[in-house]
């Protein structure tokens, strides 16, 4: 990934971190159109999941949820957490009016395309 294009992984806000939250991993690709964010979110349904942009921030929570059957209790659990927080700086170079989510199989999607400003172009060179 290159400066221009850069994601930056941002704090949590002081209200979030009053709350403790598992941090999904997340990869980021870039190609020459915008990058693309795979998060992995097991046990997250997608109504449970909430994406925003605000200003040059990406935010993403969800909420875990995994059934449990009603006369079962768990004798050892690994993940006591039930939310997933993430939060990403987006560069001015990515147009965030144009971000784009799907979510399937417990992996969210999100895809954010270069403004046009910052695709690239060929130029036309004339004769002269």
Same mark, same amino acid.
Request: charged share 25%.
């Given at each position: ?35 693309? $964010?795979? !998060? =992995? ?6 109504? +449970?999941?909430? #994406? /925003? @942009? ?39 170079? $990515?147009? !965030? =009016? ?6 399937? +199989?417990?992996? #969210? /999607? @999100? ?18």
């Amino acid at each position: 990934m290159n400066t221009v294009t850069q994601v930056k992984d941002k704090e949590p806000s002081a209200v979030a971190r009053n709350e403790p939250a598992l941090l999904p991993p997340v990869d980021v690709i870039e190609d020459a159109s915008g990058i693309t $964010l795979y !998060a =992995d979110l097991p046990g997250v349904s997608r109504d +449970q999941l909430t #994406l /925003r @942009v605000e200003g040059d921030q990406l935010s993403l929570e969800a909420a875990l949820v995994l059934p449990v059957p009603k006369d079962m209790q768990a004798t050892h659990a690994e993940v006591n957490l039930s939310q997933y927080r993430r939060a990403f700086t987006l560069s001015k170079e $990515l147009d !965030a =009016d144009q971000v784009s989510a799907e979510m399937s +199989q417990g992996v #969210l /999607r @999100v895809r954010i395309p270069k403004a046009a400003h910052a695709q690239p172009r060929k130029i036309a060179v004339q004769v002269g």
